[in-house]
Every structure is written in structure tokens, then in C-alpha cells.
């Protein structure tokens, strides 16, 4: 059974883009680049499943995970050959906390500043109201620190705007693995990742900081 390292974080963090680092980095990574919006299934929680032209073009270098790993499972006993030890696998935080710890190593969690977040998924539409885009990041990054902290799971926490503003900040990742050149894994990270929004969501008052952790 193989055992996992797993690049998390809430959706439209930065996990594509760390992904993609660490591909470049030569660090082994399992999943695909869709080129195409692959909608989340979960109208309860008030998400859309509409794919737009917004969300399509504006990860032009995502996603890079598996699709059998779902939110509603997590990553289980069924995954546990579908690479080597050490590989890594991007997951959303509401999916590692479903995970079988059995199969996880170590954690990189990415954070990004929370308004930029729910701003993001806000334009996206992959939440259609701030309310409950608010109440489920801050349910999901509470529940993802709480099982890393149960599982007793060695994690590093490195933010979005951090590897933004300098790309060899990636060497703290690399060091945490053990493995990958950062130098060359910070070539893909570029500022203009950073994408204005149509509608400014971080000023309204529900809109609160759960990060600074």
C-alpha cells in the first residue's frame, strides 16, 4: 500500500498552480490537466453546476487531480496502488478530511487570503451566495486542520500571495518533501495568476479572515 503526499487547499487557493510546480520541479505528481470545467456535484451546499467561460479560462493551467477522488469519498482504500510512495496528489480540503489518514504522508496546505478566495469562487460561480460560500470555506478549513491535527499528520502551510510575490519561496515546499528543484519548479509561478474580479465580495461584512493560523 502506498503512501501519499497530499497538496491541499479550499477551492480557487492556488492548489493548480502548486501543482503544476511541483510537476516542473520533477517532484511525481498523479492526476491530469483537464482542459475542460469538470462541474462539483453537490447542490445542497449551494455550488453551481454550471461551467462557464470565467471558470474555463480562468485556470488555464488546472487542475491536475483525480477524478475518481471526490468529495464525497475522499481519497479511500481503492487508491491505495494507483501510484508510488511519495507521489504527490492534489485533493480539496473537503476531501482530505474524508481521507483514510492510512494512505497519507505528509500535507502541503495552501492558503489564500480568504476575501481573494470566496472573491474568486464567488466570480467563478462556484458559489452562487456569499453566506453559504462564506459558512462552508470557513467549515471546510476548520475541519481540514482539525483532522491534521487528530492524525497527527506533519503539514506545511505556505500562502498563495507568498509564493506569488516570490516563486523561490516554492524551496520551503521542496525542503518539506525532500525532493524537487525549486528553482526550476518557481519558473512556472508568475504574478498574473492574481485575476481582478468583477464584483469586490471582500468588503461585505460576512466575508471574515480564517486563516491566520
Request: hydrophobic fraction near 30%; aromatic fraction near 8%; proline fraction near 4%.
Amino acid at each position: 500500500m502506498s503512501r501519499y503526499n497530499i497538496c491541499t487547499g479550499l477551492r480557487r487557493s492556488g492548489t493548480s498552480m502548486l501543482m503544476l510546480a511541483l510537476r516542473t520541479a520533477g517532484i511525481p505528481i498523479i492526476g491530469y490537466k483537464f482542459s475542460t470545467y469538470f462541474p462539483i456535484n453537490d447542490n445542497q451546499m449551494g455550488i453551481s453546476c454550471e461551467p462557464t467561460p470565467k471558470l474555463r479560462n480562468g485556470n488555464p493551467n488546472g487542475y491536475w487531480e483525480m477524478g475518481t477522488i471526490t468529495t464525497e469519498t475522499g481519497l479511500k482504500a481503492e487508491h491505495k496502488d494507483i501510484g508510488m510512495d511519495g507521489d504527490v496528489i492534489k485533493i480539496v480540503c473537503d476531501a482530505l478530511y474524508r481521507s483514510d489518514p492510512e494512505l497519507i504522508d505528509k500535507v502541503v496546505l495552501i492558503t489564500r487570503g480568504i476575501k481573494n478566495t470566496i472573491a474568486s469562487q464567488m466570480k467563478s460561480k462556484i458559489f452562487t451566495d456569499l453566506e453559504v460560500a462564506v459558512n462552508k470555506n470557513q467549515k471546510d478549513f476548520d475541519k481540514t486542520i482539525d483532522w491534521l491535527k487528530v492524525y497527527k499528520k506533519p503539514y506545511l502551510n505556505i500562502s498563495y500571495e507568498e509564493l506569488v510575490r516570490n516563486p523561490l519561496n516554492l524551496k520551503k515546499v521542496t525542503d518539506f518533501l525532500g525532493k524537487g528543484d525549486y528553482k526550476e519548479g518557481s519558473k512556472i509561478i508568475r504574478n498574473d495568476f492574481t485575476q481582478k474580479t468583477t464584483r469586490d465580495y471582500s468588503k461585505s461584512s460576512k466575508v471574515q479572515s480564517n486563516q491566520s493560523r
